[in-house]
Each structure stands twice: as C-alpha cells, then as structure tokens.
C-alpha cells in the first residue's frame, strides 16, 4: 500500500483528539514529502543531525518532534528546531534544554519520559524519580521548560496484557501527577504512547499521542 493509503487508514483509526506523529526517522526528503502531500504535518526524527538536515529542505509549516534519546551536547540544534521534545530522560537533559532555550529566548515543550518496560534497554525516569524531580524546585526555577505531559514505550512483546498494563501503569501515573502537580495548568496534557505494534492498545488506555513510523512507511 501507498503511504497516502496507509496515512488515510490509520488516521481514520484514530479517535480525534489523537495527534500522529508519522516517525520519519531513516527515511528520505521525497518519503515525508508524499506525507506531505497527503496532509500530514507532524513528523518525528530521533537523530539531531537528521532532524537538522531535514528541517532545513523541507515545507516550514512541518511540526517537528523530537522522539530519540538525546546527548546533552546535541541539545542545541534540537531545541531551536522541535516543536515538542518526547524524549527528557533525565534532570541533567531538561537542565541543558533550559539553558539554551533562554540563550534562544524560547520556551521549550517537553515530555518526560517514563521507564515502564521490563527491559534494561529503555530509557526514562521511574515513578519515584519523576514524583521527586516535580516535587523539587527544578521546574520553578526552569520556566524556559513547558512540561507538557509524559511519554513511555511498552516492552516490545507479544504478551498483549503485559502491554495493556504497562500503558494502564503511565496513565495512571499521568493522572496523579497532573492532580498534584498541574492542577490548574492546561499546559500539562499529553500523555505519548503508542507505536506501529502498539497503538491500538496505548489509544484504549489513553494516549493522546501515537508515534507511528512502520505502517506508515514501511520497514526501516
Ligand atoms: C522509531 C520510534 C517509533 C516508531 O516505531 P515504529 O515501530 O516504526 O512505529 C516510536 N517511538 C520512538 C521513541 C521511536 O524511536
């Protein structure tokens, strides 16, 4: 199938108030453009330099993402780019953004992303370090850093209850958090879940946000 048909499939799958964020990451110029072409504008990247290259060739009005693991020296070509960052795994990274998004006189909007899989590989803070980092007075002092909610991967497996838990897990902590932590900021309100293998199930647990790149552009 064409990426306009499995673009056009998997929008109609979703209810409306889900963004796509179509993963583009290893795929060339002219595949995003025929996104595109199609009406997609969200698009996720995972390598700073590739987001880099990309953003400079292609239509200005894409949204860009940030979706990968990010080094601290790389931060700056990311944060005058990305529209949203997925990816803040750790106080150091988000202490880095701040940074530079005051040299640029912006803000930065981020999620923090939240160790939920039962593998080693995985990035993210645990609950208790993401109930101790909002505790402390990091954000206050931060205000160049728009937490704008959390982000998570499921264990990559087949074990499709194990999945449904592990997305019921981070939506459960989204909610407490923006109780105690945001109450009042509307700010504070993406919950990031949710991949080709995946999605349907992050979607009935609550994601607000799916980052999808193989069934939309085929393997990598
Ligand atoms: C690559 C990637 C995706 C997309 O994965 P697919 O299985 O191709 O849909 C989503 N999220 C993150 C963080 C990724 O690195």
Request: with cysteine.
């Amino acid at each position: 199938m064409s990426i306009t048909s499995q673009l056009q499939k998997i929008k109609a799958s979703l209810p409306a108030q889900v963004t796509l964020v179509a993963v583009s990451k290893m795929h060339p110029a002219p595949v995003i453009r025929e996104a595109y072409a199609a009406g997609q504008r969200v698009f996720g990247e995972s390598r700073p330099q590739e987001l880099a290259q990309k953003a400079a060739e292609l239509p200005a009005d894409i949204q860009w993402h940030f979706i990968g693991h990010l080094q601290t020296n790389k931060v700056k070509q990311v944060v005058s780019i990305a529209q949203l960052i997925h990816s803040v795994d750790s106080e150091r990274l988000l202490l880095e953004i701040a940074k530079e998004a005051a040299k640029k006189q912006c803000t930065a909007r981020c999620l923090l992303q939240i160790h939920i899989a039962q593998e080693e590989t995985k990035f993210g803070f645990s609950p208790d370090e993401l109930r101790q980092l909002l505790a402390s007075p990091v954000l206050k002092e931060n205000p160049q850093v728009t937490i704008a909610g959390l982000m998570g991967m499921a264990t990559f497996t087949d074990n499709q209850e194990q999945i449904h838990q592990e997305f019921h897990t981070l939506k459960q902590l989204f909610d407490e958090v923006k109780a105690r932590f945001f109450p009042s900021l509307p700010t504070f309100c993406e919950l990031s879940m949710g991949m080709s293998g995946d999605y349907q199930i992050a979607i009935a647990e609550g994601s607000t946000m799916v980052r999808i790149g193989t069934d939309i552009f085929g393997v990598r």
